[in-house]
C-alpha cells in the first residue's frame, strides 16, 4: 500500500503533467485528422505549445498521422507553410462556431492547398514493376500533400453534418477544438473540465472566506 507522502507525490507529478503536455486527442480530433492538425496549437495552463514548433517536430507529426511517409521529412520553409494553413483552418472553424461568415483570406489558402497538390495517384509503367500507382513527386512535395489532405478534411468537417456540433473549449486558457458529443459538453478534455471546476471552487472558498471576515459571530 502506498503512504499518504508517496500518493501526494504521484498527484503532483500528475498535475504538473496536466500543467505542461498536451491533453488527450480532443474529441472528434481521430475522425478528423484536420481538427487534430488545428489543435496542434495549443495553450497549457504553463503556456503555449506548438505541435509543430520545428521541422522535426512538423515531419513526426505529419507521420503519425499518416500524411508522410515512413521516412518522409519536412524542412523549414515547409514547416513555416504548415503553420500559416493551420492559421487559415483554425480561421474557418472559429468562424463556423461563431456563426461569422468565412473569412475570404482563409477560403483562398484551403482552396489553393486542395487544388495545388491533387492526391490522386497516377498510373505509372517502369520496366521493374511495370503498371502501377503512385503519387507525384514523391521526393518533394511532402508538405503539398499534406496540406491537400488537410483541406479535404477540413471542408468535409465544416460541410458536413458535425459542422453544427463543432465547438471551441471554454476551459480557459485551452483554444482547442471538439466535435460535441452531448450537448452539455463544455470542454474538450476532463482534464480542462477539472480545471475550470478547481477554479471555481477556489473562488467560490475566496469569496466566502473574504464575506466572513469581520463578521460577529
Ligand atoms: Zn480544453
Not at 7 to 30: C, I, L, M, N, Y
Not at 191 to 204: F, H, L, M, T
Request: glycine share 8%.
Amino acid at each position: 500500500m502506498r503512504s499518504m507522502s508517496q500518493r501526494a507525490t504521484t498527484a503532483t507529478a500528475s498535475a504538473v503533467a496536466d500543467h505542461v503536455a498536451p491533453p488527450p486527442p480532443a474529441p472528434g480530433a481521430e475522425q478528423y485528422p484536420a481538427l487534430d492538425f488545428a489543435n496542434s496549437l495549443l495553450t497549457l495552463p504553463s503556456g503555449p505549445l506548438d505541435l509543430l514548433g520545428g521541422p522535426e517536430a512538423a515531419s513526426g507529426w505529419l507521420v503519425e498521422h499518416g500524411l508522410a511517409p515512413e521516412a518522409g521529412r519536412v524542412l523549414g520553409p515547409c514547416t513555416v507553410r504548415l503553420r500559416v494553413f493551420r492559421g487559415a483552418v483554425r480561421e474557418l472553424l472559429d468562424a463556423r462556431v461563431a456563426g461569422r461568415p468565412a473569412p475570404p483570406g482563409a477560403l483562398a489558402a484551403v482552396n489553393e492547398a486542395l487544388t495545388a497538390a491533387p492526391a490522386v495517384a497516377l498510373l505509372r509503367w517502369d520496366a521493374e514493376q511495370g503498371l502501377h500507382r503512385s503519387l507525384p513527386h514523391p521526393a518533394d512535395r511532402i508538405a503539398d500533400r499534406a496540406m491537400a489532405r488537410l483541406a479535404a478534411d477540413a471542408a468535409d468537417l465544416l460541410t458536413g453534418p458535425d459542422a453544427e456540433r463543432l465547438a471551441r473549449c471554454g476551459g480557459a486558457p485551452c483554444s482547442r477544438f471538439y466535435v460535441r458529443t452531448h450537448a452539455a459538453r463544455h470542454w474538450c478534455s476532463t482534464r480542462c473540465g477539472d480545471r475550470v471546476r478547481a477554479a471555481r471552487a477556489y473562488a467560490r472558498k475566496r469569496a466566502e472566506k473574504a464575506c466572513g471576515e469581520g463578521e460577529p459571530t
